[in-house]
């Protein structure tokens, strides 16, 4: 019986430390602005939240870029793409609700729907009458729902490994799937460790050797920001499914890009975009993942660059 009783000891001071070196509660806003928020970030009010974006390139440039992430990401994995388009183009980037330093929706509403709105009101508050929309996983589908919901807002479309169909992942970031599971929610809203953060980033790219310890500080910190872990479960309930077949409706020119190895929304994804979108070109990366855009900017920006110039 001792053994036990030791035993039991033993599990429950390794538990007691493993808690103690993954604690991690929510952080407020404040105090994630210096690093993740320095110029030229601003903070506007829209639908009754203070959205993170930035706002870069010529003022006059009549069809502006608006991009827009996906799930778990921020402004910032646009950096690359910024930095080759805002010397011609006016190009604007945003936290969406439940994410980055935006933080959670007042509404807790996660839906395609609820984003589209949110995408035309923040070009409504920028005076943007029609732009240019790309967005990448969850944002593709953000993208092209607001092109149905709203075609005259929407001049063309660029996504990058865009959700919209069924899900056929070959494999899902751990991360994500622990926040797919309700009952573990009251355990993660104060426990997130680094490392789980490190796997789910290294998982969606095809060359994990390309990311960075600030890449996953930024993962991680943000995800921290309060709320939007809550946030987050609430998103992956919401789905996208429900809303595919509104996909073939897309009228606008639209370039589909895609890394040939990503393995959460595979390739072969593509080709249901280019099927669905008629006049639709589709450009496959090899040696990429998930994020194409942000493993490597250069090669993917050039591509909308050529589209842009057509």
Avoid: C
Avoid at 154 to 181: K, W
Avoid at 258 to 268: E, M, N, Y
């Amino acid at each position: 019986m001792w053994i036990l009783k030791w035993l039991g000891l033993a599990v429950l001071a390794l538990a007691g430390i493993w808690l103690a070196m993954n604690w991690a509660p929510d952080r407020p806003v404040a105090s994630l602005k210096a690093r993740w928020a320095a110029p030229p970030s601003q903070f506007v009010r829209v639908g009754g939240m203070d959205v993170h974006l930035r706002d870069e390139g010529p003022r006059d440039d009549p069809l502006p870029i608006v991009l827009v992430h996906g799930t778990s990401a921020s402004l910032h994995t646009w950096d690359g793409w910024v930095d080759a388009l805002k010397e011609r183009h006016r190009v604007i980037r945003v936290d969406l609700p439940g994410f980055g330093l935006t933080g959670p929706s007042p509404g807790g509403d996660y839906s395609l729907p609820a984003y589209s709105r949110f995408t035309v009101q923040l070009m409504d508050r920028l005076n943007l009458q029609q732009v240019v929309l790309a967005g990448n996983s969850l944002g593709g589908a953000v993208a092209w729902k607001t092109a149905v919901d709203h075609p005259s807002r929407v001049a063309r479309l660029v996504l990058v490994d865009a959700a919209g169909y069924p899900m056929q992942a070959q494999s899902i970031p751990l991360g994500l799937r622990l926040a797919n599971m309700p009952a573990l929610a009251p355990l993660l809203r104060n426990v997130l460790p680094r490392r789980l953060i490190e796997s789910s980033v290294r998982n969606v790219y095809a060359d994990p050797d390309k990311v960075t310890p600030e890449l996953i500080d930024r993962y991680f910190e943000l995800t921290l920001r309060e709320g939007n872990r809550e946030a987050l479960g609430a998103r992956l309930q919401a789905g996208n499914e429900a809303f595919t077949a509104q996909i073939a409706q897309i009228k606008q020119p639209t370039l589909v890009l895609w890394g040939a190895q990503d393995r959460l929304i595979p390739p072969s994804q593509a080709q249901h975009f280019a099927r669905d979108i008629q006049g639709s070109q589709v450009q496959v990366f090899e040696g990429l993942g998930h994020v194409p855009h942000e493993e490597d900017p250069a090669r993917t920006v050039a591509a909308v660059q050529a589209f842009l110039g057509r």
